[in-house]
């Protein structure tokens, strides 16, 4: 069974850096793209940093600079380093992963469940 599982989610202070980790596991064919996004209470889900099916990392305008993606597709994971972390930042942060099980013919959206980021001021 596929599953995507995040660590790395803590409280920092504004100023502050967090490393976020993801981690595609079970039995995968492949994985297309994957790509960090965040939730705020009472807001859309936006993208943070994606990794699009070319391997090219986006970012959001709001992170430009301060961010940095990574993954390794051999060992099916995926960092987020985060610098320079602002209150307004403050979100759950999900790890998402288009991928092709082996069990499957075709790609597949997969969400972890999240990791809380709390920055104070």
């Known amino acids: 069974q596929v599953q995507l599982v995040e660590s790395g989610g803590g409280s920092v202070q504004a100023g502050g850096s967090l490393r976020l980790s993801c981690a595609a596991l079970?039995?995968?064919?492949?994985?297309?793209?994957m790509g960090w996004y965040r939730q705020a209470p009472g807001k859309e889900r936006e993208p943070v940093a994606v990794?699009?099916?070319?391997?090219?990392?986006t970012y959001a305008d709001s992170v430009q600079g301060r961010f940095t993606v990574s993954r390794d597709n051999a060992k099916k994971t995926m960092d987020l380093q985060m610098n320079s972390l602002k209150p307004e930042e403050t979100a759950v942060y999900y790890c998402?992963?288009?991928?092709?099980?082996?069990?499957?013919?075709?790609?597949?959206?997969?969400w972890g469940r999240g990791t809380q980021v709390t920055v104070s001021s």
């Open positions: 990794f699009e099916s070319d391997g090219r990392a």
């Open positions: 998402k992963a288009k991928l092709i099980p082996r069990s499957s013919w075709h790609p597949l959206d997969y």
């Open positions: 079970g039995d995968i064919y492949i994985i297309n793209s």
